[in-house]
């Protein structure tokens, strides 16, 4: 009996990993071993492991040392580990879910830049996986328009058009070289988070969409830090002064503090 193995480690990888749950009867779940997290270094499982246990499917770490014979095919979606050359060569058939349109935007962060580009216009790519990062031959790709470009919520609607578009891909159908400029995305750091007064309003407003799921973005207000998850164009009372105007909070996170709506926040400083 051959299976259909996925390979995923993050909380974006489980929209993709529900998709193929509901049409397969046979997954089998690679992911990455605990780490330690946060401040207190507390060893904890990673959402796909959760994920896992709370629905009873089968789930083991990954080792590039490993040989999975049973394999059908493999879909990788936000995987936090490299498949070694070996590995690949052993492992013929395991395709990546790369979110933009390849070769646009090879590397970590498409979504994110695609937002701090200005552009609405979003993709994903499922490519063989090759020696070379994010080069393989292409399976499948679609294109969409997405308004609504805070990336929390492109995450949602690419997933979900990877849903619908499920059983019309065929895996074992011939692939495509990647034509086109290549041009890249690249992994952000927490300085990228933060919103100065030298950033202009529309900078400003496409860090906050861009690092909704990363972030989130942040200012320095009165020696705190602010984190910010929306904006809105007029209806608050708390501003900030940027290069060419002011920057309304919607929604923050204050130092110490819950979330909570700036409005709030500033009825709370009188």
């Known amino acids: 009996m051959t299976y259909k193995y996925f390979f995923g480690s993050d909380n974006r990888s489980i929209p993709y990993l529900n998709t193929l749950i509901d049409n397969y009867d046979s997954i089998k779940v690679v992911t ?30 990954f080792s590039n ?30 395709f990546n879910i790369h979110l933009s349109i390849l070769p646009n935007l090879v590397g970590p962060s498409p979504v994110e830049t695609t937002i701090l580009n200005g552009d609405t216009l979003f993709g994903y790519t499922i490519f063989k996986i090759v020696n070379e990062v994010d080069k393989g031959p292409i399976l ?15 995450y ?16 074992n159908s011939s692939l495509k070289d990647q034509v086109g ?4 995305s690249y992994k ?49 009372n708390f501003t900030y002064e940027l290069k060419d105007g002011l920057l309304y909070l919607d929604e923050i996170t204050p130092e110490g503090k819950k979330r909570m709506k700036a409005n709030d926040y500033m009825r709370g400083l009188q």
């Not at 060569?89 to 395991?94: A, D, E, F, L, T």
């Not at 499948?140 to 492109?154: A, G, L, P, R, T």
């Not at 949602?156 to 895996?171: P, R």
């Open 32 to 61: 990455t071993e605990p780490r330690n997290t946060g401040r207190g270094r507390k060893i904890l499982n990673n959402p796909v492991e959760d994920y896992c246990r709370s629905n009873n499917v089968e789930c083991t770490y």
């Open 188 to 236: 952000f750091t927490k300085n990228d988070y933060l919103i100065s007064k030298e950033d202009t309003l529309i900078n400003a407003k496409n860090k906050i969409k861009a690092f909704d799921v990363l972030g989130p973005a942040f200012i320095k207000y009165d020696s705190k830090i602010i984190k910010i998850h929306k904006y809105t164009e007029n209806n608050s």
């Open 156 to 171: 949602e609607e690419l997933s979900e058009n990877f849903k619908i578009n499920f059983n019309s891909i065929d895996f």
């Open 140 to 154: 499948f790709k679609n294109q969409i328009d997405i308004v609504n470009n805070y990336s929390s919520n492109v």
């Open 181 to 184: 400029e290549v041009t890249r």
């Open 65 to 94: 040392s490993k040989y999975y014979d049973d394999m059908d095919f493999g879909i990788c979606v936000s995987f936090g580990s490299i498949f070694s050359n070996d590995f690949l060569n052993k492992h013929p058939s395991i």
